[in-house]
């Protein structure tokens, strides 16, 4: 069964470091997602993408976020200058489009910022 | 604006026994529902979901859930539960308009069956 998959598994980086987060959505999915988990909360969505540009994106995900498909099958997130509150666990998510479709989840990146 | 609220925490039922995982929600025009599942160090799994039809729907592992929409809930029940069943439980909404068709997730609830 095809899976969303995610590298690394857990990421442990310095303050102000730059860390890209990769995934590898399902084949024939178009729409692409990341959320975020902070220990012990809530999901949060971060930012949607479809068809190479962003559609949406929270509050969260301000001018340190960025999300590239840079070969149409890699699904990137990169935090520019990570701060200690970004440690959370982060998410790829893929759907094949509207119209009542599931999202796949990825089983996510652990980013430690220490 | 969307939202989801789980208000329990953690649900305790012995295992055979019947369990309920309450959701409700608040959204404008008719909702996509979803429930999640999360075992430990592991991503969120698909349970189930409602998008129009009957209320009941029913998803994997023995689970199903309930739309109410006079009393905007969506609680996910099954019948007996098992050890396995425990983990953390997820209610999420997305609006069917809009142009990313984001989840909004409740804040989870943690299931325990205890043998």
């Known amino acids: 069964e095809p899976e969303v998959t995610q590298t690394p598994s857990h990421q442990v980086t310095q303050m102000g470091q730059e860390v890209i987060l990769r995934c590898v959505p399902i084949?024939?999915?178009?729409?692409f997602y990341w959320y975020r988990q902070i220990l012990g909360q809530k999901v949060e969505f971060l930012v949607s993408?479809?068809?190479?540009?962003?559609?949406?994106k929270s509050e969260i995900f301000d001018d340190q976020f960025s999300v590239e498909r840079p070969d149409g099958s890699n699904f990137t997130l990169k935090i520019r200058s990570t701060k200690l509150e970004d440690s959370a666990m982060y998410f790829c998510?893929?759907?094949?489009?509207?119209?009542?479709?599931?999202?796949?989840f990825g089983p996510g990146t652990r980013l430690t910022v220490l | 604006a969307q939202s989801v609220a789980q208000p329990e925490d953690q649900v305790n039922v012995a295992e055979g026994n019947p369990l309920t995982v309450k959701c409700t929600y608040s959204?404008?025009?008719?909702?996509?529902l979803f429930w999640y599942v999360q075992y430990p160090n592991r991503g969120l799994q698909f349970l189930l979901k409602y998008i129009t039809g009957d209320n009941l729907v029913k998803g994997s592992y023995g689970f199903e859930a309930e739309f109410n929409k006079s009393q905007t809930s969506f609680h996910l029940k099954k019948p007996s539960a098992l050890v396995s069943d425990s983990a953390l439980y997820f209610c999420?909404?997305?609006?069917?308009?809009?142009?990313?068709?984001?989840?909004?997730f409740g804040s989870g609830t943690r299931l325990l069956v205890r043998p």
């Open positions: 959204v404008s025009g008719n909702p996509y």
């Open positions: 998510a893929s759907t094949e489009g509207t119209g009542g479709n599931e999202q796949f």
């Open positions: 993408f479809y068809n190479n540009e962003i559609s949406e």
């Open positions: 084949s024939n999915h178009l729409y």
């Open positions: 999420a909404v997305r609006a069917p308009s809009g142009s990313s068709y984001k989840l909004i």
